[in-house]
Every structure is written in structure tokens, then in C-alpha cells.
């Protein structure tokens, strides 16, 4: 408690951004050049060329935080961000990186991924969860609406078809080369990650991603969330889809699958890496017999992957290029973050599975991380049964919490402290272990590169996760990118919201600071510059969004970077904010007995426009 508060004398409030974790090595490609790698940094702004041993050959800059690039018809390499509406250009010969500079793209906001479908450029647009076709005409570019998509990040084409993830409706979307949804396979939680190919058959698809039932917490612990390997065939034609096969890679000790490999030859087999554990694994079914279970090959790897392509995997947690044929060595890469031996932990507790170490994975019981259901930090899209009665409650962001106390919609944890504390308390409730435990290093070889103690100790894991948390800010905002005015629309909007939402969600830099309140006329430079204003506050306030998860109401929640979570309201009733903005009544959300609906489509419109630059 006094460290946390210490660390908060000493904030600054009106400036805070996230803590530099360093340059994130974070997707692979296979260059022209046999034996060469293009890899994005993700933390560093820039693209690599990087040979088989991980050694970086050449870079180049990038659109901020760089997240998908694929190869042109042309031979040009592109690049996209989800913090850009740009398409960066370069040309890849030999060892060498040539920028041709980035071409705007009127329409988009923060492009995730890219991929080349027949003869066109589709993408997908996290900010306005829709997949795009892209025409790049020299220095201009225009887009076409395809598919709508809740949460897009990650799409791969393979021949005529391209398959998106679409995390928070717990999807996989299938398009054919024209553009056309063939068909979603869906599940009750999200995916992490998927690879596919074309047979005779269809569309072989095998997805990493969260056990496919709903959330168990009626035992006030996390069940059934273990991580699932699925093996799926989409029929082209009829859009048909069928499971094959389904592996619990919990039990093999892989959990938040985020890099899977698939084969093409006579067998089937997936190689698939866990972000929270260590190790490879490489499931085969011979002969692509599915009807018995694969055979599984187990080799060492560091956790933390997010890319598997030929020997090398992208490693963020490490900020490395690991070789998976000598993982023991990862390649670090330069310039590594100045960061403290607590914070590398603490992101290591946050993303991995060293907070419950001992979990198992029987019946209810599972191995899991806080990234289960906070992908990246944010949400799964998920309304899960609170194990409280008839009450339901929409997964929270667990980022910009420093400035955002108390915590979650029942405010029962006053302080970040007594949050961290309680979630050591939850995470290990099942597994007979004291959650007041000390970690060696010795039993977890990948923790050698990153400076910490040989035994660390309660106290230190809790003040660990502590210092990461405080630095885990949100993301720059792309609505906001590169402005510094607002719109008319978005003036208006800013009127409607001081009238009708400022009451609950206060424009405070400290959520339980009313001394922190930014007077109206500050919005503007605020959202524009350091966009650090919680919009939200203490206290409780009945809504009318029942049942109510407290006897009080509910903690109205920060609104900040609201595009990145869906649904809206404490039970998931409002699938997007068209449904939240359609229930507003005369004096804010629907308070039981007022008639909804009170805001013309104008005033709608204006205030949504305001609200996608929170």
C-alpha cells in the first residue's frame, strides 16, 4: 500500500503514457531471399530483415506500433498498423530494406493485418471492426466496406479464401476472392491465433483459442477456461463447417496459444506455441487420420511467442528472435528498454502463468492467465455468469487502471494493492497451494535473461505486478492521430456528453480524485495530446442496468478507448454504441421508468463521434 502510494505522489497525471516494454518482436514472414526472415518490431516502429540464426541484417521505419505485413502481386512488401490509416511501401533485395514510402488510406483508422485475396489488398480496421478491400494507386488509395467484424486481429488468405479472426465475437470469418462471407465459425470464447490451407476437401483451418463453454464462476475461482487446439473444414461451396478434432493443450502444458504452424504434407501436423508457457509442441495425425488422437512431440521453447514461421518464433516477452532449434539462446534485440527486474516480472506474472504455477486442468479446473480473458490487456468480449445469482457482468480492461480506482463494477477494491493481492488470492483458489508463495528462478530457465532474483518472494511478485500494472496504459487512440482540433460533429458531441454522461463518467485524471476534474474547455487539447482523462469516477450509481452487481448499483466505468471493448453496459445488453446511445433517456442511461431513446439522430450521431475519440 505505501509503495503504490508513493509511486502515485510522484505521477504525473496530465502526461502518463505507457511504460516502454521494449521493441516487441512480433510477426514473421519468409523473405524472397532463402534463409532470410522479415519480422516486425512492434515496439520499435520498424521492419527487420533477420537470417535464420535471428541475426538483424537490415531495418527500416514503420507506421507506429507496426501489427501485419504480407507481400504484393508487385513484390512489394506492406505494412500495416492498427494505430494507422497508412500503407507503408518497401522493397525487399538481398539483405537490404527500401522504404517507397506509405500511402493514406481515406476511411480507415488503425489497419491490424493485411493479406493479398485474388487480385486484391483485404485488410481489417480494428477501430471500425470491419474487413476492407484496398486499392493503392500510386500516392492515393481507396477502400471498400466487405464484412463486419468484432474485434479483427489477424487475417491470412489461402488461395481464392481468407479467414479473420474476430476476437470478440469469438469468430472465425470466411471470405471467398470476391469479397463474399461464406460462412463464421463460432465459438463461446475467443480465438488467439489460426493457420490454414486449401485441400481437395476445403479449407482446413486449426485455431488456438479458450475451451468452447461458457465461464464457470460459481465456485468463486475460473473454470473452464482451459486453451483449446480445434481443427475445423470449411466447405467453399456450401459454407458448411465441421470440427475434426479438438485437443485440451492445457493438459499438455500449453496455455493463450498465440503461434500455430500447419503442415501441408502426406500427415497432418500443427506445430503450436503457448504466449504463457514454455515449449513446442507438434501434434501429428498420420496419414491426416483424424478419428484417433495425434501423437505429440514436445520441444523447449521460452514462452511468450506470437509468430512461428520455419526455425525462428517472435518473441515480445523477451524482446528476442528465438531459434526453436537452440531456444536456450534467444537473440535479443536492440535497443532493449531500460526496464526494472519488477517490471519484467510483473508483465511475466500478467501474461503468463507464473501467478498459478501449480493450476491444473480437471473438470472445472483450469490453467490460465490473466490474458485468458484480457486479450492484450483489453477484453474477450465475453458476458460471463458472476457466480452470484442471476448476475452477469462484461469483461473490463485491465490497462489505464493506475489512474482508475476503485476497481471493476463492484468497486470492492479500493487500491491497486489490495486488487493485486486479491487476484493471487483468486488465480490459485483450486490448487491447494497458499497464494503467499515465493518463485525460484532455477525452475523457470527462460527467466535468466531478464535480471531478476534468484528467489523472489511474495512481497516482491505483488509489488512486481504492482509496477507493471501502474505503467500498462492504453494505446494511442488512431481517431485522434496526427489532429489537434475537433470536428464540428465532435463539438457538438462534446456539448451532448457535459449535459447528459459527465455526471457518472466525470472528465477526471484520477477517477477518485474529484480535484482532478479537466473543465470542458480542456477536452479538446486534452484528447489531442495525452488523451489521459478516465472519464469515469468512484462511487455508485443505479442505472438501471439490472440486476445490479452490487446492492448500490454499479461503478460507472472509465470510457476511455472505448472502441477496443464490446458489448457495452455492466450485463453486455448493448451490442455496440449505437444500442448504448439508442437507451439514453432525458437525464443519461435508462434509470428505471424513464422512456429511452430521448436524443435525435443528429445529437446520436455528434455524441458518437465524440466518443470514438475517448
Known amino acids: 500500500m505505501a509503495f503504490e502510494e508513493s509511486v502515485r505522489a510522484r505521477t504525473d497525471w496530465k502526461d502518463r503514457s505507457?511504460?516502454?516494454?521494449?521493441?516487441?518482436?512480433?510477426?514473421?514472414?519468409?523473405?524472397?531471399?532463402?534463409?532470410?526472415?522479415?519480422?516486425?518490431?512492434?515496439?520499435?516502429?520498424?521492419?527487420?530483415?533477420?537470417?535464420?540464426?535471428?541475426?538483424?541484417?537490415?531495418?527500416?521505419?514503420?507506421?507506429?506500433?507496426?501489427?501485419?505485413?504480407?507481400?504484393?502481386?508487385?513484390?512489394?512488401?506492406?505494412?500495416?498498423?492498427?494505430?494507422?490509416?497508412?500503407?507503408?511501401?518497401?522493397?525487399?533485395?538481398?539483405?537490404?530494406?527500401?522504404?517507397?514510402?506509405?500511402?493514406?488510406?481515406?476511411?480507415?483508422?488503425?489497419?491490424?493485418?493485411?493479406?493479398?485475396?485474388?487480385?486484391?489488398?483485404v485488410a481489417v480496421d480494428a477501430y471500425l471492426h470491419q474487413v476492407v478491400a484496398i486499392r493503392l494507386h500510386g500516392e492515393t488509395a481507396d477502400l471498400r466496406e466487405l464484412a463486419a467484424c468484432e474485434g479483427p486481429v489477424e487475417l491470412a488468405a489461402f488461395d481464392h479464401l481468407a479467414v479473420v479472426n474476430c476476437l470478440l465475437e469469438g469468430a472465425l470469418l470466411v471470405l471467398d476472392d470476391t469479397g463474399r462471407e461464406i460462412t463464421r465459425v463460432v465459438h463461446d470464447g475467443p480465438f488467439w491465433s489460426f493457420a490454414g490451407h486449401t485441400t481437395e476437401d476445403g479449407l482446413l483451418i486449426a485455431a488456438g483459442g479458450v475451451e468452447d463453454r461458457p465461464l464457470d464462476r460459481s465456485d468463486g475461482a475460473f473454470g473452464y477456461i482451459d486453451s483449446f487446439l480445434f481443427l475445423h473444414r470449411v466447405d467453399p461451396t456450401s459454407g458448411e463447417t465441421a470440427r475434426l478434432a479438438t485437443v485440451n493443450l492445457s493438459s499438455h502444458g500449453i496455455v493463450?496459444?498465440?503461434?500455430?504452424?500447419?503442415?501441408?504434407?502426406?500427415?497432418?501436423?500443427?506445430?503450436?506455441?503457448?504466449?504463457?508457457?514454455?515449449?513446442?509442441?507438434?501434434?501429428?495425425?498420420?496419414?491426416?487420420?483424424?478419428t484417433d488422437p495425434p501423437t505429440v512431440t514436445r520441444e523447449p521453447l521460452p514462452p511468450g511467442t506470437t509468430d512461428l514461421q520455419g526455425p525462428l518464433a517472435a518473441n515480445p516477452l523477451l524482446d528476442a528472435w528465438v531459434v526453436t532449434t537452440r531456444p536456450q539462446t534467444p537473440v535479443a534485440v536492440r535497443p532493449a528498454a531500460a526496464r526494472t527486474p519488477e517490471s519484467r516480472i510483473g508483465e511475466a506474472l500478467f501474461f503468463t502463468t507464473l501467478m498459478a504455477p501449480?493450476?491444473?486442468?480437471?473438470?472445472?479446473?483450469?490453467?490460465?492467465?490473466?490474458?485468458?480473458?484480457?486479450?492484450?490487456?483489453?477484453?474477450?468480449?465475453?458476458?460471463?455468469?458472476?457466480?452470484?445469482?442471476?448476475?452477469?457482468?462484461t469483461t473490463k480492461p485491465l490497462v489505464g487502471l493506475h489512474g482508475n480506482r476503485p476497481y471493476f463494477s463492484r468497486a470492492l477494491d479500493p487500491t491497486m494493492a489490495r486488487m493485486v493481492h486479491n487476484e493471487f488470492r483468486v488465480a490459485n483458489k483450486k490448487n491447494r497451494r497458499d497464494p503467499w508463495f515465493?518463485?525460484?528462478?532455477?525452475?523457470?530457465?527462460?527467466?535468466?535473461?531478464?535480471g531478476v532474483p534468484e528467489t523472489m518472494s511474495p512481497l516482491f511478485l505483488r509489488r512486481a505486478l504492482l509496477t507493471f500494472l501502474m505503467g500498462f496504459e492504453h494505446t494511442p487512440n488512431p481517431a485522434a492521430?496526427?489532429?489537434?482540433?475537433?470536428?464540428?460533429?465532435?463539438?457538438?458531441?462534446?456539448?451532448?456528453?457535459?449535459?447528459?454522461?459527465?455526471?457518472?463518467?466525470?472528465?477526471?485524471?484520477v477517477s477518485d480524485d474529484p480535484t482532478s476534474a479537466v473543465p470542458q474547455a480542456e477536452w479538446e487539447a486534452n484528447l489531442f495530446s495525452t488523451g489521459t482523462i478516465v472519464w469515469g469516477r468512484n462511487g455508485y450509481e443505479k442505472t438501471g442496468i439490472t440486476p445490479?452487481?452490487?446492492?448500490?448499483?454499479?461503478?460507472?466505468?472509465?470510457?476511455?478507448?472505448?472502441?477496443?471493448?464490446?458489448?457495452?453496459?455492466?450485463?453486455?445488453?448493448?451490442?455496440?454504441?449505437?444500442?448504448?446511445?439508442?437507451?439514453?433517456?432525458?437525464?443519461g442511461l435508462p434509470h428505471s421508468g424513464e422512456p429511452a431513446g430521448s436524443l435525435s439522430s443528429k445529437e446520436r450521431a455528434d455524441l458518437r463521434a465524440f466518443l470514438g475519440l475517448l
Open 438 to 450: 515465493s518463485l525460484d528462478r532455477a525452475d523457470f530457465p527462460w527467466l535468466d535473461t531478464t
Open 481 to 509: 492521430a496526427g489532429r489537434n482540433a475537433f470536428t464540428p460533429s465532435e463539438r457538438r458531441g462534446a456539448e451532448v456528453f457535459a449535459e447528459r454522461c459527465q455526471s457518472c463518467h466525470a472528465a477526471r485524471l
Open 358 to 393: 501449480w493450476n491444473e486442468n480437471e473438470g472445472p479446473r483450469s490453467r490460465f492467465t490473466c490474458e485468458t480473458c484480457h486479450h492484450e490487456g483489453y477484453v474477450d468480449g465475453r458476458t460471463h455468469s458472476t457466480g452470484r445469482g442471476d448476475v452477469r457482468a
Open 18 to 121: 505507457r511504460e516502454d516494454l521494449g521493441p516487441d518482436p512480433y510477426r514473421l514472414i519468409a523473405a524472397p531471399t532463402p534463409g532470410r526472415w522479415i519480422g516486425l518490431l512492434r515496439g520499435a516502429n520498424a521492419v527487420v530483415v533477420v537470417d535464420e540464426t535471428g541475426r538483424e541484417l537490415a531495418r527500416a521505419e514503420t507506421p507506429a506500433s507496426p501489427t501485419g505485413l504480407t507481400f504484393a502481386p508487385d513484390g512489394n512488401l506492406l505494412v500495416v498498423s492498427d494505430q494507422s490509416a497508412r500503407v507503408a511501401q518497401f522493397r525487399v533485395a538481398d539483405d537490404e530494406l527500401t522504404s517507397l514510402g506509405s500511402v493514406p488510406v481515406p476511411g480507415a483508422y488503425g489497419i491490424r493485418d493485411v493479406a493479398i485475396l485474388g487480385d486484391q489488398i
Open 548 to 587: 445490479y452487481v452490487h446492492p448500490e448499483g454499479a461503478r460507472p466505468p472509465s470510457l476511455r478507448r472505448l472502441y477496443k471493448k464490446r458489448p457495452y453496459f455492466t450485463n453486455g445488453s448493448a451490442a455496440d454504441l449505437e444500442a448504448v446511445l439508442a437507451a439514453i433517456t432525458s437525464t
Open 256 to 290: 493463450t496459444p498465440k503461434a500455430i504452424d500447419l503442415t501441408r504434407d502426406a500427415n497432418l501436423a500443427v506445430r503450436v506455441a503457448g504466449f504463457a508457457t514454455a515449449d513446442l509442441l507438434t501434434l501429428t495425425w498420420p496419414d491426416r487420420n483424424l
